[in-house]
């Protein structure tokens, strides 16, 4: 047993015995290797117990807990009341963390910031992957984040003492409650309340309890029309699913067989970006051009200057990309 460990992860699990052997594995494959994992069983379905205890590895400690009200988020608190690490993470029972997630978060939180965050790669029932791109540090993102939640838990990782008490988890919340508690600390700590590491580094998957291709998330569903009406979606982001595996046993294949892996998911998600302000920009540059000629062939009035209009398309770019969508 690890005795004093610079970080503990929390990672829940009820009815994926699965897929809770390969979320362990990522995370037992950290390359940063100093943290307890305290899988909790919220009145776990059969074969999960099995499915942590299968692993030798004195890092585990298993939770065996009857089943708590809504998410089970009262059993997370007494895990984390039995923890010892500065630090705390999460990692779901279905999400497959990259091999530096820990190191890149830990380098994050250097900078002083309560809390660090990682960007993660939603996962479609099909096996599409896409980038989800939130930038907390911007002030507008931020509001838009105190309205609903588009961050997996599983990107986080914050200091223990954040909050007065390590059980911080609210238990009287249907759902969403790990919304509520990044909310808290970033409340709670306003000088140095969080810091945004700017690259992919979990894969998330859409919850089988959805029973939904996009995880009833419009903006995966945004990213899922484009990848099926464009031809040049990375095949890095396209991962075939056999009928009888689940979309985690083909990316984990992939992340353990290649140690090249996640620097290559992690250029084609930046292409894959780059790719769509590029053709957002020439489509404005097309309007504009539209709008000089017209402008020319029209009566002498008061105009705006090129450079002025240019700032109006651009400032235009989110809107049209959503009705360009939408046809």
Not at 106 to 132: H, K
Not at 229 to 235: G, H
Request: aromatic share 8%; with cysteine; hydrophobic share 45%.
């Amino acid at each position: 047993m690890v005795s004093r460990p610079l970080v503990s992860i929390l990672m829940p699990t009820h009815c994926r015995p699965d897929v809770v052997g390969l979320a362990i594995d990522a995370v037992l494959n950290q390359t940063f290797g100093d943290f307890e994992l305290l899988v909790v069983g919220d009145g776990a379905v059969p074969g999960t117990a099995e499915a942590a205890r299968r692993f030798d590895d004195p890092r585990i400690r298993y939770f065996d807990l009857p089943k708590a009200p809504h998410f089970g988020y009262a059993n997370r608190n007494v895990a984390l009341r039995q923890s010892r690490g500065k630090l705390i993470g999460f990692a779901a029972d279905d999400d497959l963390l990259f091999p530096d997630h820990l190191e890149t978060l830990l380098r994050g939180l250097e900078r002083g910031a309560a809390v660090a965050y990682s960007q993660s790669l939603w996962v479609s029932t099909d096996g599409i992957a896409a980038p989800f791109l939130a930038n907390l540090e911007f002030p507008d993102e931020l509001e838009a984040f105190r309205r609903a939640n588009s961050i997996p838990a599983s990107c986080f990782l914050y200091r223990a003492d954040a909050l007065p008490r390590r059980d911080a988890w609210p238990e009287n919340v249907r759902s969403g409650a790990d919304w509520y508690l990044w909310q808290r600390i970033i409340a709670a700590n306003p000088r140095a309340p969080l810091t945004h590491c700017r690259t992919p580094t979990v894969m998330h998957f859409s919850a089988r309890r959805k029973e939904s291709r996009h995880s009833g998330m419009p903006q995966l569903a945004t990213w899922l029309h484009i990848a099926d009406n464009v031809p040049w979606w990375p095949a890095e982001l396209r991962v075939s699913v056999a009928p009888d595996r689940t979309e985690q046993e083909a990316y984990a294949q992939l992340m353990r067989g290649d140690p090249d892996w996640p620097s290559r998911v992690r250029r084609a998600s930046g292409d894959l970006v780059s790719r769509l302000a590029w053709g957002n920009i020439q489509g404005a540059l097309s309007t504009l051009d539209a709008l000089a000629t017209a402008q020319a062939a029209a009566p002498s009035r008061p105009h705006k200057t090129i450079a002025q209009r240019l700032l109006a398309e651009i400032g235009r770019i989110p809107n049209n990309l959503r009705r360009r969508l939408a046809r």
